[in-house]
């Protein structure tokens, strides 16, 4: 199983970004999906989830700002995130948790400056 994160980049504040997490292989049995973001030197703090019944949830920081969803036929989980800001800067994750593991992406990096 291997997550790919996308599309991260330069992007002038107040901008617009999509993410996409392509999901290669299968996995069973899902509980939760989600995008977590890591600046250097702090901790890996959460973004966005989405339960296998649909249910999201969103750090007060990008509520209203982003949101996370899925395309089954892709195999994809997305990050539309809008009007951003410098403190979106850092290096965002994929992952994936089902009763047995947790799954993580390489991470794809993304940079709000004007």
């Known amino acids: 199983v291997q997550l790919v994160e996308s599309g991260g980049g330069l992007v002038r504040p107040g901008g617009s970004l999509t993410l996409p997490c392509v999901v290669y292989?299968?996995?069973?049995?899902?509980?939760?999906m989600g995008w977590y973001r890591q600046v250097p030197g702090k901790q890996r703090e959460l973004v966005a989830t989405?339960?296998?019944?649909?249910?999201?949830n969103y750090a007060d920081s990008v509520k209203g700002r982003f949101a996370i969803s899925r395309e089954i036929a892709k195999n994809t989980i997305y990050l539309q995130m809008n009007s951003l800001k410098p403190e979106d800067t850092a290096e965002y994750y994929c992952?994936?948790?089902?009763?047995?593991?947790?799954?993580w992406g390489q991470g794809t990096l993304v940079t709000v400056s004007s």
């Open positions: 292989g299968n996995i069973f049995n899902i509980n939760v």
């Open positions: 989405l339960t296998s019944g649909g249910s999201t």
């Open positions: 992952n994936i948790q089902n009763t047995r593991s947790n799954y």
